[in-house]
Structures are given as C-alpha cells and as structure tokens.
C-alpha cells in the first residue's frame, strides 16, 4: 500500500481539478476544503464550505468532488460533508486565488 502523505497529495490533487463554475478557481485555492480523512477501509471524508450558504452550485460540487476523489485507487467512497466553522472568508484563499481575483 502507498504511503499515507502519497495518497492525500493525489486527494488534493483531484480536488484542485474541481473548478467553481461561478470563480473560475478551484476548490482548494479557494480553501473551501477544511478536512480530507481517508479511513482503512477506503471510505474519504471530505468536510467542505461553501462561500455562501444556499449557494446553487452545492449538489453540483459535491457531485464533482465525489467524481474526482475516486479518481483515487485507495478510496471506494467519498463522503462529503458541509461545515459552516469557521466561516469561510476570502481571507482562505490562495495567494493564486487572490490574484486571479484581483484582491
């Protein structure tokens, strides 16, 4: 079996391609991503915030973030679950996404 570090790299990896249609910039330059947990058993635990809450595009990025993370040998399922803390802000967002944002 691949060494832990490996397997979430490549985790992060598949989640950096789910892109925010409305952003344009991905979910973990977004620090949308608080927690990746993968137990032994295959089951990853992806806790995820929103910018807004209610926000439309929530089943569709779930939807993706699932898609992507099995793309993963060593996960079987994919939990994602939403968490409001702390609250995101755009104090969360990579230097990258700062500046494709222009702040």
């Known amino acids: 079996m691949r060494d832990a570090q490996v397997i979430r790299n490549d985790i992060v990896n ?3 391609s789910v892109i925010d249609p409305e952003l344009g910039i991905d979910l973990v330059n977004l620090g949308l991503i608080y ?3 993968l137990d032994d058993h295959g089951i990853c635990l992806i ?3 929103l910018t807004t809450i209610g926000c439309p595009i929530a089943d569709y990025l779930v939807q ?4 992507a993370v099995k793309q993963v040998d060593e ?3 994919v939990d994602v ?3 409001w803390e702390p609250a995101w ?8 996404a700062k500046l494709a944002l222009g702040i």
């Open 14 to 16: 598949q989640l950096s």
């Open 35 to 37: 927690t990746i947990d």
């Open 47 to 49: 806790e995820m915030t």
């Open 64 to 67: 993706q973030v699932k898609v």
């Open 75 to 77: 996960v079987r399922n």
């Open 81 to 83: 679950q939403f968490v």
């Open 89 to 96: 802000s755009p104090d969360r967002l990579s230097r990258a």
